[in-house]
């Protein structure tokens, strides 16, 4: 009736012919992973490093452009203190403030309209 975890997977082995993915797809599945993985990848962008002669975390540039309403790399790093160095960061910083810009969005959709 209801079958061993396998059996209700075995479709998968027929259509991708890998018996270790189909394993793993199984134990993923089963001790449902997802929400810790989620959590730590989160966590790991909050400590990454996007700017190394300033020592800015993303977690900082992410900060000050929500709270001051930023959306120039330029801007953002005036607001925490000092200029760029050498300027390599700034695609990163301008990818984390429209990633920013994009939940602000999602979140405040009134208020920005009205803006």
Do not use: F
Not at 18 to 46: C, S
Not at 88 to 96: D, H, N
Request: proline share 4%; glycine share 8%.
């Amino acid at each position: 009736m209801g079958g061993s975890a396998s059996d209700n997977y075995s479709h998968l082995h027929k259509i991708n012919g890998d018996r270790e993915i189909v394993l793993l797809t199984i134990i993923l599945r089963e001790i449902n992973i997802g929400p810790w993985i989620n959590a730590a990848l989160k966590q790991a962008r909050q400590l990454m490093y996007v700017c190394i002669g300033n020592s800015y975390r993303e977690s900082e540039i992410e900060q000050t452009a929500r709270s001051g309403g930023l959306s120039c790399p330029l801007k953002v790093y005036q607001a925490l203190g000092k200029a760029p160095c050498c300027g390599t960061c700034l695609p990163m910083a301008q990818e984390i403030i429209d990633g920013t810009r994009k939940t602000a969005a999602i979140c405040q959709p009134m208020a920005l309209a009205a803006e």
